[in-house]
């Protein structure tokens, strides 16, 4: 069983920062993926990805988060990691981690961490 644990999330004000992290119970190289990410879903609003690392290391952002997110992961700690800066009101969601693990273990998600941003 594979298990995503999400941290880092909380209250923060419009501007500030915030860095989450998605730790795995197993291996998420870039050997080990098709591609892991961040997804979020904010109240009445479908799940939108936010940014990703395909197998091979190419990244992905959407347009609303590009040049204020930073995706990245350290493969010796089997954690995700996203660096949120110049936080904005529309940024409020539940943050979710997700991987697509090679060799038919399947994807999954984690059990996602609330961003609430203050104007």
């Known amino acids: 069983q594979v298990q995503l644990v999400e941290s880092g999330g909380g209250l923060v004000q419009a501007g500030g920062s915030l860095r989450l992290s998605c730790t795995a119970s197993?291996?998420?190289?870039?050997?080990?993926?098709?591609?892991i990410g961040w997804y979020r879903q904010a109240p009445g609003k479908e799940r939108e990805l936010v940014a990703s690392i395909k197998r091979g290391g190419a990244t992905n952002y959407a347009d609303s988060v590009k040049g204020r997110f930073t995706i990245s992961r350290d493969d010796a700690k089997n954690t995700l990691y996203l660096q949120m800066n110049s936080l904005k009101p529309e940024d409020t969601a539940v943050y979710y981690c997700?991987?697509?693990?090679?060799w038919g273990l399947g994807n999954h998600w984690g059990q996602g961490t609330q961003v609430t941003v203050s104007s």
């Open positions: 197993r291996s998420t190289s870039t050997f080990a993926t098709n591609a």
């Open positions: 997700n991987a697509d693990f090679r």
